[in-house]
T-cell receptor
Framework: EPEVTQTPSHQVTQMGQEVILRCVPI?????FYWYRQILGQKVEFLVS????????KSEIFDDQFSVERPDGSNFTLKIRSTKLEDSAMYFC???????????FGSGTRLTVV | KNEVEQSPQNLTAQEGEFITINCSYS?????LHWLQQHPGGGIVSLFM???GKKKHGRLIATINIQEKHSSLHITASHPRDSAVYIC??????????FGKGTKLSVKP
């Protein structure tokens, strides 16, 4: 069964450093999403991406965050200057057309120290 | 504020029991999702519903749009069903509002 692949599975970074979280969505999917889950809290929506542009974003997704689909297969989330409160599990998801459910990746656990 | 409320928060069952997890939400939605999160953290999509009922194996999901309520049922529960079950409502394309989850533990 097709999978959404996220790398790395765990990343530790110094506060203030830039991080890039990588995702390879399912190949025929057109809609891409990032979510995050701070330890012990609910999952939260960050951003949705379609046709090479952001279609929706949450209040969390401020100027420190950006997304990109650099090469037609990868979908990346960049955090420019990480803060301690960015420590969370970040999930990528994709869907074919938004009407048939989403496939989630296994997540990247980001730890900012 | 948009809210998604799940009940119960925690549920312990004996193997073989019929399980129901409930979800209520407060606004109009385009769809509702039931997700499963295992202890390792990964999320699996179980159902996406906009009306009626869906069934997959021992899992059944129902939604009542008028009452803004959905239920997830597990028949003949098994220890491998132990996980956190999350309800999430889809406001606009991918903008999901998640519930806090129901932690299910099925004892052999």
């Amino acid at each position: 069964e097709p999978e959404v692949t996220q790398t790395p599975s765990h990343q530790v970074t110094q506060m203030g450093q830039e991080v890039i979280l990588r995702c390879v969505p399912i190949s025929n999917h057109l809609y891409f999403y990032w979510y995050r889950q701070i330890l012990g809290q609910k999952v939260e929506f960050l951003v949705s991406f379609y046709n090479n542009e952001i279609s929706e974003k949450s209040e969390i997704f401020d100027d420190q965050f950006s997304v990109e689909r650099p090469d037609g297969s990868n979908f990346t989330l960049k955090i420019r200057s990480t803060k301690l409160e960015d420590s969370a599990m970040y999930f990528c998801a994709s869907s074919q057309d938004g009407n048939y459910g989403y496939t989630f990746g296994s997540g990247t656990r980001l730890t900012v120290v | 504020k948009n809210e998604v409320e799940q009940s119960p928060q925690n549920l312990t069952a004996q193997e073989g029991e019929f399980i129901t997890i409930n979800c209520s939400y407060s606004v109009g939605i385009s769809a509702l999702h039931w997700l499963q999160q295992h202890p390792g953290g990964g999320i699996v999509s179980l159902f996406m519903l906009s009306s009626g009922k869906k069934k997959h194996g021992r899992l059944i999901a129902t939604i009542n749009i008028q009452e803004k309520h959905s239920s997830l049922h597990i028949t003949a529960s098994h220890p491998r069903d132990s996980a956190v079950y999350i309800c999430a409502v889809d406001l606009v394309q991918g903008n999901l509002i998640f519930g806090k989850g129901t932690k299910l533990s099925v004892k052999p």
